[in-house]
């Protein structure tokens, strides 16, 4: 079966950086979008970042500037390089496969989450 595995979260200063990773396996997902979405407590899930088959990318408003989003079709992985790190990026960030643009994929790729958060 499918499983997407994010690692990377932790507990990071105001202006810090992380790099998330999410590590998938059970299938290769080189012709499909991948990203991240992520969720604050008490908040709807909102969209991060995402990185298509052929490479575009796409971020949300938010975090434009901020965050890079890469993949590593070798290794089924995509990445979440954020810098400039703000208290308002506090949340759980998950792994999607199936992604297009901003638009989770119908497919139910997600993973765990992995925590994040960031102190003033």
């Known amino acids: 079966q499918v499983q997407l595995v994010e690692s990377g979260g932790g507990v990071v200063q105001a202006g810090g950086s992380l790099r998330l990773s999410c590590a998938a396996s059970?299938?290769?997902?080189?012709?499909?979008?991948m990203g991240w979405f992520r969720q604050a407590p008490g908040k709807e899930r909102e969209f991060v970042a995402s990185i298509s088959w052929d490479t575009s990318t796409y971020y949300a408003d938010s975090v434009k500037g901020r965050f890079t989003i890469s993949r590593d079709n070798a290794k089924n992985t995509v990445y979440l390089h954020m810098n400039s790190l703000k208290p308002e990026d506090t949340a759980v960030y998950y792994c999607n496969v199936g992604v297009t643009a901003w638009v989770a994929g119908a497919n139910d790729y997600w993973g765990q989450g992995t925590q994040v958060t960031v102190s003033s």
């Open positions: 059970g299938r290769t997902f080189s012709s499909y979008g």
